[in-house]
T-cell receptor, first 115, second 112 residues
Framework: GAVVSQHPSRVICKSGTSVKIECRSL??????MFWYRQFPKKSLMLMAT?????????EQGVEKDKFLINHASLTLSTLTVTSAHPEDSSFYICSARSGSAYEQYFGPGTRLTVT | QKEVEQDPGPLSVPEGAIVSLNCTYS??????FMWYRQYSRKGPELLMYTYSSGNKEDGRFTAQVDKSSKYISLFIRDSQPSDSATYLCAMKSGAGSYQLTFGKGTKLSVIP
């Protein structure tokens, strides 16, 4: 149980375009979903927290207009990187939790490369 | 001082060795403690989670929490090459948000 999927697993896009990444909880209802960014050989950097049906809470320094998060259902959250630039190239990982549980279950990650 | 400190390694051990991975923390409000394993270019996988102080064992893995010392450990017995990965500790306070605070991870290599 507790499986989280992400799609796509990797994407290459041109500078200035937008990219959408999907995060799905496959066998549980995700009360909260988290979006992280991970640089090579670095730990996870929390970008935002989203609860189903409400606006995401962004961490300091994360541009909400650039990284659009939608958590429309209890099993799906999306992250859209708008007007992507090469510095947005990174590994993006989502996680999900449900109910009163505190442990987070992570997706496999999406490798974004902006050329 | 960072909230969670974890030696990044790399740590190399021979197959069959006992591995000890550790994290220290400064926030005495942390109550929930987790260990994640992350293979290269993959998302982290939850290995163990514990509440407050004490030990928890699952197969070859044992998690220990010493709240008085603000120190947590993950022991891996009879280590295998397939255990080669980066191990991240994570923790959360007892109340409030569900955000986790992560260590930077320790890269482990188990040499056959």
């Amino acid at each position: 149980g507790a499986v989280v999927s992400q799609h796509p697993s990797r994407v290459i896009c041109k500078s200035g375009t937008s990219v959408k990444i999907e995060c799905r909880s496959l066998d549980f209802q995700a009360t909260t979903m988290f979006w992280y960014r991970q640089f090579p050989k670095k730990s996870l950097m929390l970008m935002a927290t989203s609860n189903e049906g409400s606006k995401a809470t962004y961490e300091q320094g994360v541009e909400k207009d650039k990284f659009l998060i939608n958590h429309a259902s209890l099993t799906l959250s999306t992250l859209t990187v708008t007007s992507a630039h090469p510095e947005d190239s990174s590994f993006y990982i989502c996680s999900a939790r449900s109910g009163s549980a505190y442990e987070q279950y992570f997706g496999p990650g999406t490798r974004l490369t902006v050329t | 001082q960072k909230e969670v400190e974890q030696d990044p390694g790399p740590l190399s051990v021979p197959e069959g060795a006992i591995v000890s991975l550790n994290c220290t923390y400064s926030n005495s409000a942390f109550q929930y403690f987790m260990w994640y394993r992350q293979y290269s270019r993959k998302g982290p996988e939850l290995l163990m989670y514990t509440y407050s102080s004490g030990n928890k064992e699952d197969g070859r893995f044992t998690a220990q929490v010493d709240k008085s010392s603000k120190y947590i450990s993950l022991f891996i017995r009879d280590s295998q090459p397939s255990d080669s990965a980066t191990y991240l500790c994570a923790m959360k306070s007892g109340a409030g948000s569900y955000q986790l605070t992560f260590g930077k991870g320790t890269k482990l290599s188990v040499i056959p």
